[in-house]
């Protein structure tokens, strides 16, 4: 077995309790599993962060059969899963729309799955098969996009959310923003929909060869784009970012605020490791960049996927130095350090917004706080 399958197959943790709850999509807190406690409130558990959690087997060994999805949407066992721009089809009870091959909206249906092997259909990835031999495939709903305007960010979708509109769904359906929904997907579904949602939003970004410029045909059952001047393959990629939950000799926490945000919305500061760096250099350059805070002992605490548009979460702890804060002015408006009864009485009465639940930002406030902080 490849190690990338073995990865893939490993998945939660084989705890009971943890894969249940992992299944169901409910909280974790490591003593439900026996997780020695940490000196915090244990909120960072790896395989339980909500974009983290995943069953289905990746099924890398299969990408290169070159009629494995045709054969997938010819089989009622397969599920489809529609994907656009951040956001997935979901039923009216909040659920994930996986769908049969027959089941998939009339406008949005595909030409492979019929009586023989068709062209390959650009719009289709590869997710999966799980332990029954269910294939999940994506079906990407609206193809390619058009590009930002020129001068606009490239990485807009880590601080916003897409303006475009979603295509029509029928009657029962309706897109729901993985960003928001996250926190609610049974571990089934936050692996699919994560998935799905980074690998459209690679195709949407990257239709062109960055080598030659010349236009790239997908391969690889959605894995791949093959240039077609040069021939040269271009992988999915993925921006390693540090995220830090940063408290000084008193044990405060210090929040942010960015220049895109909303007044009220705080949380940890971040930040993209750059070319030759460390992730504990990064976290101790960023911190100082942005709040002119001198940071020590760097400990890591857990990584989660964030496909806006294809960040990797490296979540740390970090135990300053220097506590006099300087914000730069340009990735931050603001930032101050936080008791835990300040930043609880912020919460309820609704000047302090913390991240949403499916960030790990929320797991690194909460691990600090030592359980939920509001909603």
Do not use: K, N
């Amino acid at each position: 077995m490849s190690e990338a399958r073995a990865q893939s197959r490993r998945g939660p943790t084989d705890d009971p309790a943890l894969r249940t709850a992992c299944r169901s999509g409910s909280s974790v807190r490591a003593a439900d599993v026996g997780v020695p406690p940490t000196a915090y409130g244990g909120a960072v558990i790896v395989d339980a962060l909500p974009l983290s959690r995943a069953l289905v087997d990746r099924a890398a060994v299969l990408r290169t059969d070159e009629h494995v999805l045709d054969a997938a949407l010819r089989d009622a066992r397969t599920r489809v899963l529609l994907v656009d721009d951040g956001a997935v089809a979901a039923r009216d009870d909040g659920a994930v729309a996986l769908l049969a091959p027959d089941e998939v909206p009339d406008g949005m249906r595909t030409s492979a799955g019929g009586d023989g092997p068709g062209p390959v259909d650009e719009r289709l990835l590869l997710l999966g098969r799980d332990d029954d031999g269910v294939t999940y495939v994506g079906l990407r709903a609206t193809g390619p996009r058009p590009a930002p305007r020129e001068g606009a960010a490239s990485d807009v979708l880590v601080h916003g959310r897409p303006t475009a509109a979603h295509p029509e769904l029928p009657a029962g359906l309706t897109w729901s923003a993985l960003r928001t929904a996250g926190a609610d997907l049974s571990s089934l579904e936050a692996g699919l929909v994560t998935t799905a949602v980074a690998l459209d939003a690679w195709h949407a970004r990257h239709p062109r060869c960055p080598r030659c410029g010349g236009a790239t045909r997908v391969t690889q059952a959605g894995w791949v784009r093959t240039c077609t001047v040069d021939g040269s393959e271009h992988y999915p990629r993925t921006d390693p970012a540090v995220i830090m939950a940063v408290v000084d000799e008193a044990d405060r926490l210090l929040l942010g605020q960015s220049t895109a945000w909303a007044q009220d919305r705080w949380s940890t500061l971040a930040g993209f490791v750059e070319p030759g760096e460390s992730l504990e250099h990064a976290v101790r350059r960023e911190v100082l960049e942005e709040t002119g805070v001198v940071v020590g002992p760097v400990e890591y605490r857990g990584s989660q996927p964030w496909p806006f548009p294809a960040s990797l979460m490296l979540g740390f702890h970090a135990r300053a130095t220097t506590t006099d804060v300087h914000v730069d002015g340009v990735e931050l408006a603001r930032a101050r350090w936080f008791t835990r009864d300040e930043l609880r009485d912020a919460v309820a009465r609704g000047e302090v917004v913390p991240p949403g639940r499916s960030s790990i930002a929320r797991a690194l406030v909460e691990d600090w706080f030592g359980g939920p902080l509001g909603r």
